[in-house]
């Protein structure tokens, strides 16, 4: 008989490719399916980012009720931001965003207080250890400062009265010792706002330049109510001492205290704001206005803007309870000048006490008591 032989089934080259490629195709629409702009893992991704989103989204909307419902209490309230920094809050205020943080600029607005309801005011920190959003931490300390060429703090002046003299000419001098426009003995730091600002961890600064609800034509319109309101007019044609009085009246409240800016309150907010803004050198910066901007440059299209404060080098002068050895000009402004390219944010300019133009505004401060 013939030897049968028996046939061995195999793959073949041909079949072992096609499989291959099949694999391939099938791996590849696995891996489109998972990875994919509508994959498996992109859309978990998302769906764990909208959570998150929604998250945050819940918690700065529950920040935000709290705040306002805060602001009715009658009390000073405390907010914690985004980052874990404490804020504190007056009295019939809000916080307005509630889901930045202070290297941002915290910006809280009055919700109760008759005319001046709408004024919005900006946070500066004062203190060791705030945190910002790449983790790292940053001080502020209450002072008066100069700045070098290059916008960096040259100097931090020491607080003693007598010692406290800059450029051989400006102070912050005693009440009792002939500032008519000092509301405490700013030297001390042992009450009044730098004992606050200290104790609180910050104080607010107007988010602008002074307003009124009224467009001021000269100096002899009458004084009326001041605001910080971001579409009232500049409140401008006044003296030092006019801006004094309509600062300490602008509140009248037990949980905190307004006041014209001193130069403490100046120059620590010029140093907070080149430390958490782009912008290095805002104590070099000038003006970026050449006219009168009527309701700031917050309503301009070229804003004079860091962090959620406007027109501290650009606009008007601003009034401050500083005072000057020149004689016969014991008055102090700070700021850029809508009129000079010379000014900067922490210019200090001299003039006499009843001098008041279109170029003269002012800025009130809160602080808590």
Not at 65 to 91: H, M, Q, R, W
Not at 221 to 234: A, G, I, M, Y
Not at 283 to 310: H, P, R, V, W, Y
């Amino acid at each position: 008989m013939k030897e049968i032989k028996k046939q061995t089934k195999g793959i073949t080259l041909i079949a072992l490719v096609i499989t291959i490629i099949v694999l391939l195709i099938l791996a590849g629409v696995s891996i489109a399916m998972l990875t994919g702009e509508n994959g498996i893992l992109t859309q978990a991704q998302n769906a764990k980012n909208r959570t998150e989103q929604a998250q945050a989204d819940e918690e700065n909307t529950l920040a935000s009720y709290e705040s306002y419902l805060n602001s009715y209490s009658g009390v000073n309230t405390e907010f914690i931001d985004s980052l874990g920094n404490k804020v504190k809050v007056p009295a019939g205020f809000k916080v307005v965003n509630p889901q930045d943080n202070v290297e941002s600029g915290i910006v809280i607005e009055d919700v109760s207080h008759g005319e001046t309801k709408g004024s919005q005011f900006v946070w500066i920190p004062v203190g060791t250890g705030i945190k910002k959003k790449d983790g790292t931490t940053f001080d502020i300390i209450l002072s008066r400062y100069i700045f070098d060429e290059k916008g960096e703090t040259l100097l931090e002046r020491p607080i003693d009265q007598g010692e406290n003299t800059i450029s051989n000419a400006y102070r912050e001098v005693n009440i009792g010792n002939g500032n008519a426009t000092a509301k405490e003995n700013i030297e001390s730091n042992e009450e009044g706002f730098r004992k606050s600002a200290i104790d609180n961890g910050g104080y607010y600064i107007g988010r602008y330049e002074a307003r009124t609800n009224a467009e001021r034509s000269n100096k002899e319109d009458r004084l009326t109510q001041v605001s910080e309101k971001p579409n009232d007019f500049v409140y401008n044609f006044v003296t030092q001492l006019q801006a004094a009085e309509l600062s300490r009246k602008m509140y009248d409240n037990s949980s905190f205290e307004s006041d014209l800016i001193n130069s403490y309150a100046w120059d620590t907010a010029i140093l907070f704001i080149q430390t958490c803004s782009d912008n290095k050198e805002y104590s070099l910066q000038k003006s970026l206005n050449n006219t009168l901007a009527a309701k700031g440059t917050n309503n301009e299209e070229l804003k004079d803007e860091e962090c959620n404060i406007f027109d501290m080098a650009s606009n008007c002068w601003e009034m401050s309870t500083e005072t000057s050895d020149i004689q016969n000009n014991p008055c102090v402004s700070r700021g850029g000048f809508y009129e000079s390219n010379l000014n900067f944010s922490s210019y200090r300019s001299f003039d006499y006490i009843g001098h008041s133009v279109m170029g003269f505004s002012f800025r009130p401060i809160i602080y808590l008591k």
